[in-house]
């Protein structure tokens, strides 16, 4: 029997996608990556997805597991070979169960982020992971690459927010890791290592994650501010001043907003006079366990001490929520203003916050040595140290001209953040975008680690080859 | 030359023990363990626990690893062939670096963690993990175990303390991962995979440590109740009540704090009438941004509210900071108690929060049934599913009897443990001491997943030999 006829044996036929049907499987979502494939494999139980992998081992086909396609570094997109047979765990979708006394929930790999997240809410419980693509990005693609998001200075990453997994392992075994623990030092901390391993050590097929109360009220602020040393100290006022309350810490580059206005004239941004013509803003979150009127009375505590203290110049605090929400609005529009003005080249980085200020101030240097006249698009998320550094067209860089100097832009950024003791990527993943500038960065001792991690756990270099190190290529 | 004389080159005469200078780091601390090693060297940087595993990979040496030699189960005690080298961090003791602002610091395996708490301090910062042993453990052995301690509830266990790493692997070479980033997304998560190996993957030099700011108040309350289905309750509604404030929520059992005012007739239980005689009792702390008059307001409105609902009986909420240490007092007070009326046998569990109950219904009975009349000691922290279920002399069984079912109590306690999904060991490691238990009750594919790891990263067995797995022995 044929490889692909003991898929269509093994899981049914109609669940082995060929030629057109396999076609949305093959390019990532922004377009820049394409590839072929053998077939399309939708198991809907991890027994289903063990057989696959132990028919795919025994005839020697590669394995490119893939959740909601989001992805924005080729993780889960084949090579052109056609050799490899792309597991989709979109199927295998179902809630096991709630257990809102333990604040746990067990989940498959294919569960839609926000499916999860209104499960939660109807058991009266927040799961907190919060990102731009959470309508269509699965659990198993945010426990792949370690999603990050809006929500991690209070709550972590998605490997913060995961108790216990279920794993099918190269061999095609299965681990039944799920558990509702909160402390369980019994060997080898095996979760985290393939949680943010992209799918090349094995593959994730349901987790048990953590909830938590949900907060009686959110509520915003913006600053205004002179300096990123200026927001760096208000972060650190606001992380004593309101504790495990503060949930958001945004930075925003003063261009970023006048952009977005600008662009979106409905929109406006709530200073006048000098404060609205500063060169950075900050917005702040609060997620309060009182309420709506004592996360306010916090703001203008805290706030009007840094306001004396002269780093902040300025600070709007939201009256409702409708205010809160027009705030995030102004945050969640800067990368559609950007998209507006051109295709830019963007950068997922992060330094250490002490680092910030200089980061920025010597890669802006570089850059206008290397490629005079282009503009920055900086933002992110400075509570996390975590910022979206891009590079866009401008002062005579047409869009087409800067593009073909993408790889001297990624050079310039990296070198930079690499010289603060930084990372090229601090919540996308390495996928195949970042596969080789990893070899360029990382400690080689790390690096060899790495390797014989990936040999001792898919020997024959069988899941998803090609992505994250350049062994086991298809 | 020998590996002896060698090792006394590289790192100097004196700094290689043997004979009776070797003794203190032979025995472990509860005096279960003893051993014998070839000699004990206490190289003081990074370079010489290099050159000294490079040394004894090259003679094919054994190494245990040993900080401050608190553990409590051997895993840092050689066995007694005599063949190995036992490493002390001791020496290696430097802080290298407090960096404020970016909320980190940078510390040596060696350090004493109080001499951590106190450096966090000094700069206005938390360093939050707090255990009994922190006048003498080291920062080295907290790693090594992934500890645990007071504050996980809120701050997490070493793993979620933790940024960065500096390891010396098998083969001598030294990894350089100390970084102060929150979010890195660039590979395998090596640093969680080293802590908590308890030395048999490499060896831990320096880490770069998370701190937070320091509350401005810690406030407890102690409550009292009928049932442990209503400490769960009442969990629940603080964790809603109180969000991330809530930084301790301690269940101890009636009988305990019976014996704590019966044997230290200075202190109290602060109730009066029925809510004196309840079978438990629960010690909630609050971490507060704002102030103690704040915490108290707290306090009075959700537990006002619990007492309201019906699941707690009475509360008492701490009037000053001498009135807390009191109440914390007693909870501390109870391992000194049991100890005072004889050896017992120990367990440290975890289940899931909403089995608790049943789980020790069940455990009491069983018990009973094994060995009717024996005691139960019960106490821990509950808003972890963290449990220390301890067995002592009584109803007829002296001391030495029940010593010698010591296995048959063990084997019910882990038994039923494991029928609820929980951990046989949730904070102290595996050591020698479980290793066994452990190949009895862990899922056998996740078992083969650490020995392939093992292998991998130490392929001769020289790291640590015999503990966590049966495996590289002496």
Redo the contacts between chains.
């Keep these: 029997m044929s490889p692909l006829d003991a898929l269509r044996d093994a899981i049914g036929q109609r669940h082995v996608l060929t030629e057109a049907d396999a076609s949305p499987y093959l390019t990532d979502w922004r377009g820049r990556y394409d590839g072929r494939a053998l077939a399309v494999a939708c198991p809907a139980t991890t027994g289903e997805v063990a057989a696959v992998v132990r028919l795919c081992a025994g005839a020697g086909v590669p394995i490119v597991p893939q959740g909601g396609n989001t992805g924005l570094c080729g993780g889960a997109t084949p090579d052109d070979s056609g050799r490899a047979v792309v597991l989709s765990l979109k199927r295998l979708n179902r809630i096991r169960g709630v257990?809102?006394?333990?604040?746990?929930m067990d989940v498959e790999a294919g569960c839609i982020l926000q499916g999860v997240q209104e499960a939660a809410r109807e058991a009266g419980r927040l799961f907190p992971l919060s990102l731009a693509a959470e309508g269509s990005c699965t659990i198993g693609g945010n426990l792949a690459?370690?999603a990050?998001g809006t929500q991690?200075l209070?709550y972590?990453?998605m490997?913060?927010l995961t108790l216990g997994l279920e794993v099918v392992?190269a061999s095609g075994?299965?681990?039944?890791?799920l558990?509702?623990?909160?402390?369980?030092?019994?060997?080898?901390?095996?979760r985290?290592?393939f949680?943010?391993?992209e799918g090349t050590?094995g593959i994730i097929t349901a987790a048990t994650l953590k909830l938590?109360?949900?907060?009686e009220a959110r509520c915003t602020a913006l600053l205004a501010l002179s300096s990123i040393e200026d927001a760096?100290a208000a972060l650190?006022m606001a992380?004593?001043?309101?504790?495990?309350?503060l949930t958001g810490f945004e930075l925003m580059a003063g261009d970023c907003l006048v952009e977005v206005v600008r662009r979106f004239p409905q929109q406006r941004l709530p200073f006048e006079g000098s404060a609205a013509a500063l060169p950075w803003y900050a917005l702040l979150e609060l997620?309060?366990?009182?309420g709506e009127a004592h996360a306010r009375e916090?703001f203008e505590a805290v706030l009007s001490r840094s306001i004396e203290s002269g780093f902040v110049k300025d600070a709007v605090i939201a009256g409702s929520t409708a205010q809160s929400k027009a705030l995030w609005h102004l945050r969640e529009s800067i990368p559609l203003a950007e998209r507006e003005a051109g295709k830019s080249i963007k950068h997922d980085v992060?330094?250490?916050?002490?680092?910030m200020a200089a980061f920025v101030r010597d890669t802006n240097r570089a850059l206008q040595q290397a490629l005079p006249g282009v503009r920055h698009v900086i933002f992110g998320?400075l509570g996390?140290?975590?910022l979206h550094y891009n590079v866009a067209p401008g002062g005579g860089w047409s869009e087409a001209a800067l593009l073909a100097r993408q790889d001297a832009v990624f050079e310039v950024v990296h070198d930079s953040v690499h010289a603060v003791?930084?990372?090229?990527?601090?919540?996308?993943?390495?996928g195949q975008l970042?596969r080789d500038a990893?070899v360029r960065?990382?400690?080689p001792?790390?690096?060899?680690?790495?390797h014989?991690?990936?040999?001792?756990?898919d020997p024959r270099g069988l899941m998803n080859p090609g992505k994250?190190?350049a062994i086991g290529r298809e």
């Excluded at 938590?212 to 907060?215: D, K, N, R």
């Excluded at 992060?350 to 680092?355: D, N």
């Excluded at 003791?421 to 390495?430: D, L, N, P």
């Design positions: 257990d809102a006394e333990n604040d746990t690459t370690n990050g991690v209070r972590g990453t490997r913060e392992t075994e299965v681990w039944h890791g558990r509702g623990l909160r402390k369980d030092n019994t060997g080898y901390d095996l985290d290592l949680i943010g391993s050590l938590y109360p949900l907060p760096v650190g992380r004593h001043g309101f504790g495990a309350s997620s309060d366990s009182e916090r992060s330094v250490p916050v002490s680092r998320h996390d140290g975590n003791g930084g990372s090229i990527s601090a919540e996308h993943g390495v970042k990893l960065y990382k400690d001792v790390e690096l060899a680690l790495m014989s991690i990936k040999q001792a756990l994250v190190l």
